[in-house]
């Protein structure tokens, strides 16, 4: 695999600011900022005329006609609730519950089911995938979004593979930033933990402005947590034991992002991405017992991206755009493992061994809008991804898949009370073939405040080079003692999930697919002095072919934890959900539920050993009979606001989830600054662990400060 | 994009050789009206036309309104000094008023900001502004958000300190309204974010420094962005992507104008200039639609707020 290149990336900004200037230069006379002021359309508002700005292209489709439900989260809702991780975002979308796997690791899911490596949600960040390729799941830790620059997130509850394709099963997350256009200034913002979760920092600061056709910003963020208080210490036969011990499960993290935005003509702009992200994070060694670790693991690692689209708008009825994206990861993680006695008798030693991964993406595409008539819109569009991996521990070397798309839309309006969509989406894979993932919707507007919505889709999952073709054993590195060094020094031992394994327990896989059957109504009225909007959403999802069982290494064919993963569960999901909020003056109420009721069938396998439950059990580790939230948003006047938020899940594995946010801000306008400071008061109302035994808080109440000046 | 000291050099004492055959054009039209008139007739000075669809109008509805009793004759230097003057436009105004400051006027189709830049006594002057009053707009503003408190204003630092009353009727209303100063297009972006943080909508005002064509863009994109309605300031700006705006069609606009012109010639005194009473509400429904904001119909708006009105 090609190793990350730093040096091209640290010089792109450079190469962004002199093509802006080139273009100044070349372009000046275009520039709207240099036109002549066009006082005449004051004077006479009959006679002037002016560019329409906010056209199709750049206008948010209304929900009312959205072929499926959405769940809108504004970036300054989120941050007024005194949400401080992204992940804890999710728990305001009904249907998604958040849990923690392994060592602190968030894990956010749209109608459960697996929560180690959760896989079947695709993330989006301004176009970008977030899915990880190889050991497929989603780093929310790591995802280098700072809160302050979420404009909004979109949640499409269903899946949406005919316009994001393969892996959009359950749901789609697209986190949109802010456009460097609009966060002109300098604005800094600091967290705090200073009780209950007093590790916790988060710290976010940005520089931006506009130089002649160049908008752009460059911003740093840090964020830390020393995670969880508290796990239970092990006895020797692993079972966790009354004795509570410290986690060693905390994090630090920094991202700096460039964007850019640059006019290249009236009907042309190219936006520019760029990151660093850099990693550091504890590892619980009690997930390493099987190595007896000597050392307090970590992960340290780099991600970089990079990202060029360009719009091209000719006329309001039709533009397209082009993206080209570019990223990179890459973990380091060493345990120093102590081995007892390999074999009877044969002395003890230690050896190093690694989790190292790196992973590599090249994405583009093309999309492109014609709006025919007021009642007929096509999007069309095609795209190529390329995903190298590399981990000699997982893969014994690095792999490469690839993925072209081709897909369509079409919006018709047969009647003014009457939209149709029908979609699809054709790719084929590298790994699994080819497919195609049609949907199609009818929204019917019962009134102007109305609207009924008939959504059917199917998508499929794929699986990834992990699942698929494992390549799963430790290599020996810095052995000890010396004598022994030269048996095993570089040399892979031990258990292993390999082809050649001891009756190789790697299952040729098929996709997983979904089938998502949904009836929704929305509703939005107008009230004396305020406005209410609600949305239900009935749901019926055939989810087939699942790939459920373990993944974990062993030689032992008898052994019942040994990997087993096959296509052996189907499950039929249905319920219905619930979105509503009212503005009424000062207060803004909000409020969701979910209720999921899942039905398994287990078909079996000749290498899965475990108890049919067992797997059906994993297959729903994320799902949540009840969850829902309730927000109350109350201003007093235009400079103070207090935000009551309560949360519950009910219930996640064993564990019941309630949660209390408060946030009271207070904000002053100066003349030229703004500044605002707030208080955060977070209650848990139960003792449950989040999610895992492991996952305790000391203490039930948490107090953050925080701070913002904007100049 | 701020200056606009230089629209006079630009449209009014150079003109074109197109621009000049515009007026020979409108001079003829208007000629060959007053050759026809009777002796009887009062006669009003007109300034301004370079607009020949604004002229054609405004002679239609003179004669709509006066048929023979007046005479509409162009303004030329020669124009008796107190002869009264109909301007349609802001350089017109500014003409007229730089030739002769006594000269009686009615002035159409100038915001009333430009107007009291360039009349600074009330003596012998009237006007119909043709920029939509803030109070009305402040109001539409409410009507469209119900649960709008605070109001942001853009303001160039000039005109800063005008908007007192601006500030007093949104306080009656129940809203708080705040003046954000753009100190330079540079800081446009920078000061629009702090306003946006503050107002539940931005009120557009007729401050051409801050709203005009080359900051649409800008001030539309970002708003929207941040979930935040712009409030007018114009027609043309609903057009662009603000939400809604009350506006005046210009024939409205001329026969208010006329309005005065008869008390003149009745009274020989000029009423106060003001806004025009007659209005009508345009808003953008894709623009409403995709902020997911069910509106009400432009009709029953403006009949909200013409009862508003008559409540006051």
Redo the contacts between chains.
């Keep these: 695999m090609a190793h990350h290149r730093p040096a091209p990336l640290v010089v792109l900004p450079l190469f962004f600011t002199l093509a802006a200037n080139v273009s100044l230069a070349r372009d000046e006379s275009q520039s709207s900022y240099h036109e002549l002021p066009g006082a005449p359309e004051m004077a006479a508002p009959e006679t002037g005329d002016l560019p329409q700005v906010l056209t199709a292209s750049r206008l948010r489709q209304s929900k009312a006609n959205t072929p499926g439900t959405v769940t809108i989260l504004e970036g300054e809702f989120i941050r007024d609730l005194g949400i401080l991780n992204l992940w804890d975002v999710f728990r305001l979308v009904p249907g998604m519950t958040v849990g923690y796997v392994g060592s602190n690791d968030p894990v956010v899911s749209y109608h459960g089911t697996v929560a180690v490596e959760q896989r079947r949600l695709q993330v989006l960040v301004d176009g970008r995938s977030y899915y990880n390729a190889s050991l497929a799941d989603m780093d929310w830790t790591n995802l280098p979004v700072p809160l302050d620059e979420v404009e909004r997130i979109e949640v499409t509850r269903g899946p949406n593979a005919a316009s994001y394709g393969a892996n959009s099963f359950l749901a789609v997350i697209n986190i949109i930033t802010r456009s460097p256009s609009d966060t002109h200034g300098v604005e800094l913002r600091g967290s705090e933990g200073l009780r209950g979760d007093d590790g916790f920092g988060h710290y976010y600061g940005s520089i931006g402005s506009r130089n002649g056709p160049l908008d752009w910003r460059l911003s740093l963020n840090q964020r830390r947590s020393d995670g969880f208080d508290f796990r239970y210490a092990r006895d020797d036969t692993g079972s966790r034991t009354d004795e509570k011990v410290d986690n060693y499960d905390g994090y630090d993290t920094l991202s700096l992002n460039y964007a850019g935005e640059l006019e290249l003509s009236a009907a042309d702009t190219l936006d520019m991405e760029m990151g660093y992200h850099d990693v550091h994070e504890e590892e619980d060694p009690a997930l390493y017992s099987n190595f007896n670790p000597q050392n307090k693991p970590t992960t340290s690692g780099e991600d970089w991206h990079a990202s060029l689209k360009w719009h091209h708008e000719p006329a309001t009825d039709r533009f397209f755009h082009f993206q080209l994206y570019y990223q990179t990861r890459e973990r380091r993680r060493t345990i120093r493992a102590r081995v007892d006695e390999l074999v009877p008798d044969a002395p003890a030693f230690e050896a190093d061994v690694n989790e190292d991964l790196e992973e590599e993406r090249v994405h583009a595409e093309f999309q492109q809008t014609h709006i025919l008539s007021p009642a007929l819109r096509i999007v069309y569009g095609a795209s190529y991804r390329e995903d190298r991996y590399e981990s000699d521990t997982f893969f014994n070397g690095e792999g490469e898949t690839n993925r072209s798309r081709v897909f369509s839309n079409i919006e018709y309006s047969l009647t003014p009370w009457l939209v149709a969509n029908v979609g699809g989406m054709w790719e084929e894979d590298s790994l699994g073939g080819d497919f195609f993932s049609p949907r199609g919707a009818a929204n019917i507007h019962l009134s102007q405040n109305q609207t009924l919505r008939f959504v059917v889709s199917k998508a499929h999952r794929l699986p990834d080079p992990f699942e698929s073709s494992p390549n799963w054993q430790y290599r020996a590195a810095n052995v000890s003692p010396d004598a022994l060094a030269e048996l095993i020094e570089g040399e892979r031992a031990g258990p292993s999930v390999t082809p050649s394994s001891p009756d190789n327990p790697i299952q040729p896989l098929e996709e997983e697919t979904i089938l998502s059957r949904e009836l929704s109504y929305l509703i939005q009225q107008r009230l004396r002095g305020g406005l209410f909007q609600a949305e239900v959403k009935l749901f019926r999802d055939s989810l087939t072919n699942l790939i459920a069982g373990q993944t974990n290494l062993g030689d032992d064919p008898d052994d019942e934890q040994r990997w087993d993963l096959d296509n052996s569960v189907d499950l039929t999901q249905k319920g219905f959900e619930l979105e509503g909020s009212l503005n009424l003056g000062d207060n803004f109420f909000r409020a969701t539920y979910a209720y999921l009721d899942t039905d398994g069938t287990y078909k079996g396998s000749p290498n899965q050993a475990r108890d049919p439950q067992f797997y059906l059990t994993l297959e729903q580790r994320m799902n949540a009979r009840h969850s829902g939230s309730a927000t109350w948003l109350r201003r007093f006047g235009g400079n103070t606001s207090a935000a009551f938020t309560y949360y519950f899940t009910d219930e996640i594995r064993t564990n019941h989830f309630e949660r209390l946010d408060t946030r009271l801000a207070r904000s002053w306008h100066f003349e030229q600054s703004l500044v605002e400071l707030a208080a955060i008061y977070r209650h848990y109302l139960t003792d449950d662990p989040l999610y895992r035994e492991d996952n305790n808080w000391a203490d039930r109440n948490h107090f953050f400060a925080e701070a913002r000046i904007r100049f | ?4 000291n ?2 006079q050099a ?1 449209k009014g004492l150079l003109p074109t050789w197109r621009g000049l055959g515009r007026h020979l054009g409108v001079f003829l039209l208007l000629s060959l009206v007053s050759a026809g008139s009777g002796a009887e007739q009062d006669r009003l000075f007109f300034a301004g036309g370079d ?1 020949p ?2 002229t054609e109008l405004i002679q239609s509805r003179v004669e709509a309104r006066f048929g023979n009793r007046l005479d509409l004759a162009p303004y030329n230097q020669q124009t008796a000094s107190d002869a009264l003057v109909l301007t349609a ?2 350089d017109a105004l500014a003409e007229v008023r730089a030739n002769n400051p006594d000269q009686p006027v009615v002035s159409l ?3 009333s900001g ?1 107007t009291k830049r360039i009349i600074d006594s009330a003596g012998r002057f009237s006007a119909i502004y ?2 939509p009053p803030l109070d009305r707009q402040l109001e539409l503003g409410q009507l469209i958000i ?2 709008a ?2 109001v942001a204003i853009l303001s160039s630092r000039e005109q800063a300190d005008s908007f007192d009353q601006v500030i007093d009727s949104a306080e009656r209303l129940g809203l ?1 309204a ?1 003046v954000f ?1 753009v ?1 330079s ?6 000061d629009l ?2 306003a946006l ?3 539940d909508f931005v009120l557009g005002t ?1 401050d ?2 801050i ?4 900051t ?3 001030l ?3 708003s ?4 935040r309605l712009v409030i007018g ?5 609903v ?3 603000s939400v809604a705006s009350t ?4 024939e409205d606009q001329v026969d208010e104008g006329l309005q005065l012109v008869e008390a003149w010639f009745e009274t020989g005194e000029l009423p106060d200039p003001r806004y025009p009473d007659e209005f009508q509400v345009i808003i ?1 429904e ?2 409403a ?8 119909g432009e009709e029953s708006l403006r009949e909200s707020l013409i009862s508003r009105e008559d409540e006051q």
């Design positions: 994009m701020m200056d606009n230089n629209i630009r607009d669809a604004l436009s802001a189709f100038s915001t430009e043709s920029d119900p649960r408190r605070t708080e705040r100063v100190s297009p540079d800081t446009l972006i920078r974010t702090r943080a503050y107002g007729p051409s420094r709203f005009n064509r080359n649409v863009k800008p539309l994109l970002t929207y962005r941040r979930n300031p114009t027609r043309p700006f057009r662009a992507g506006y005046t069609p210009a953008n894709q623009v639609r995709s902020m997911n904001l069910p509106l009400p």
